[in-house]
């Protein structure tokens, strides 16, 4: 079986202001590396726009009809400082759900190994009934959820390795036991959250770290805490946040890993979900906003995933 990559021209088409870190050129980008001969063996399908059910196991009814009611025919808004939405963000964002979904669904039902979904807008800090920090949906959190709803998985585990804690994540699961959420995160930083005291019902690993960690520091603390309390969950699914912006090139964090750190991480993510979970594992794409390191980054995480 092969490995997946999901993506669609639409998420070109969500805008930003000019400048903005979160942009149409970090696809680009993705897709230029992504375009090299190595990468010849991808499966490669197109995003759908989500069906609303799998939303709404995330999102109430009235969080997406606010969506809808703010999105502009032209120009820009902005939700708060830092989350903008243009004429086609909305149908963006819903595709990003989708893309998740379909890469859920073909993982789960053994067409292919693996996944990842390079989408945008991304999704790890949208709580339930908040956009906020670039994020309309929790993409993360609809492909856990679609996972058991649609594919009957008792337990889904979550690891997001972005430079930012997902407070949304973390929110939308706090009272699930069924659903592991564990992150590594630089602290302080934004959001605020994601102290190592945050545990919700048991199934929150919070791990900050410190500006200015490098890969062992990193390596470390993934495991001595989260690939322990991973392996121990016994997931069905295992899903990855995928951001990069802990790379030390990164202008929005102050860590310092590199493209070999990110591999480390993705080959001992595979080696649980070989154990655990018949090697199922949905990546999607969170932070990362030096477009060069970006593009090894990510280049790197999916040839990685490639090897299963």
Known sequence: MSTLLVHHPIFLQHATPEGHPECPDRIRAIDRALEEE??????????????????????????????????PEEGLIFLDGDTAMGPKSLDAALYACGAATLAVDEVMTGKVKNAFCALRPPGHHAEARRAMGFCLFNNAAVAARHAQAVHGAERVAIVD????HGNG???IFWSDPSVLYASTHQSPLFPGTGTAAEQGVGNIVNVPLHAGDDGLVFREAMESEVLPRVAAFHPDLL?????????IRDPLGEMRLT?????????????????????????????????????RSVATHVATLMTA
């Not at 995330?58 to 606010?66: F, T």
């Not at 899903?239 to 790379?247: E, L, Q, R, T, Y």
């Open 38 to 71: 190595r990468f010849h063996g991808l499966e490669r399908e197109a995003a759908r726009s989500v069906d609303l059910a799998a939303i709404l196991r995330v999102h109430p009814q009235d969080y997406v009809d606010q969506l809808r009611e703010a999105s």
């Open 161 to 164: 390795f972005d430079v930012h």
């Open 169 to 171: 994540t973390q929110d």
């Open 239 to 247: 899903v990855i946040s995928a951001g990069f912006d802990a790379h």
């Open 259 to 295: 493209e070999a750190d990110f591999a480390w991480i993705t080959e001992r993510l595979m080696e649980i979900a070989a154990r655990r979970c018949a090697g199922r594992v949905v990546s999607v794409l969170e932070g990362g906003y030096d477009l060069t390191a970006l593009a």
